[in-house]
């Protein structure tokens, strides 16, 4: 029996178009022509995805699905050096995303913010704040 092996995020998406417009201005690379499908997939990097299904989509085989309110869940950037940090998180507010944390320079070593995409799931940014090692390295 072959194990499990992780390679996908799913996210439930109002408004295919809006989110792909987010996710473009985030960087990532969306397919062309895939705002008006149900299903989009874009790649996040080597062997993982996101998957970003309409409301009506996931309607269409679980009768008893419920859209989340807030988003739930998040995708985390690392951003090279702290201002990177602040660079992307004001190109996605400039580009109309909602700030959910300023950056700042947390408590566990890294510059960090967060913003929301249009279906309220965070965008996390994040580097090592010079001369910290960060948890986990």
Known sequence: MTQPRFNAIG??????????????AL???VPDGAESAPHAEI??????????????TIAA?????????????????????PAGVDAAYERMIAAGAKSHLEPWDAFWGQRYAVVLDPDGHGVDFYAALPGVTPPGS
């Open 11 to 24: 996210f439930a998406v109002a408004d295919m178009a809006r989110s792909l417009e987010f996710y473009r």
């Open 61 to 81: 085989f679980d009768p008893g699905f419920t859209p989340a309110t807030g988003g739930h869940g998040s995708l985390a950037f690392d951003c090279g050096d």
């Open 43 to 56: 790649p996040l990097a080597p062997g993982v995805r996101l998957l970003l299904d309409t409301h009506e």
């Open 27 to 29: 960087g990532l690379e």
